[in-house]
C-alpha cells in the first residue's frame, strides 16, 4: 500500500480560499484514483471529490468531480484540493485516499484504500 501525507489545513474566514495538499509515496499517483473524503464534527465521512488514475493530466486542470476543483502534479506525487469561496458548513477534517478503483460510498465507510492521517480545516470569522 501507498502511504499518504496530508498538509495545508488551516483556519480560513468565510468566503476564502484553502489549498490543501497531498503527497503520496511508494508508488507513483498516475496509476491511482484520488480521492478527498472529509468528516465535520458528529457527522459521518463524506466524499467531497475524486479524480480518475490519469496518465497524462495537465498541471493544474482540474481533474475532480465534485465542488471544489482537484489538479494532480504526477512529476511530485501530489494531489491538490482547491477550495474556494469556503463556508462554515466545510469546517472538518479532510482526508486524502488513494484507491485502484473509483473510490465508492461503501469504500468511504469500509476506509478502503490508502488514507491519510487528515488535515483540519476551520471556516470560522
Known amino acids: 500500500a501507498v502511504q499518504v501525507v496530508e498538509s495545508g489545513g488551516g483556519l480560513v474566514q468565510p468566503g476564502g480560499s484553502l489549498n490543501v495538499s497531498c503527497v503520496v509515496s511508494?508508488?507513483?499517483?498516475?496509476?491511482?484514483?484520488m480521492s478527498w473524503v472529509r468528516q465535520a464534527p458528529g457527522t459521518n465521512l463524506e466524499l467531497v471529490s475524486r479524480?480518475?488514475?490519469?496518465?497524462?493530466?495537465?498541471p493544474n486542470s482540474n481533474s475532480g468531480t465534485g465542488r471544489f476543483p482537484m489538479s494532480r502534479d504526477n512529476s511530485k506525487n501530489t494531489m491538490y484540493l482547491h477550495m474556494n469561496g469556503l463556508k462554515p458548513e466545510d469546517t472538518a477534517v479532510y482526508y486524502c485516499?488513494?484507491?485502484?478503483?473509483?473510490?465508492?460510498?461503501?469504500?468511504?465507510?469500509?476506509?478502503?484504500?490508502?488514507w491519510g492521517q487528515g488535515t483540519q480545516v476551520i471556516v470560522s470569522s
Open positions: 485516499v488513494a484507491s485502484r478503483l473509483p473510490l465508492s460510498a461503501t469504500d468511504v465507510v469500509r476506509r478502503n484504500g490508502s
Open positions: 511508494g508508488d507513483t499517483i498516475r496509476g491511482y484514483w
Open positions: 479524480s480518475p488514475s490519469n496518465t497524462g493530466a495537465a
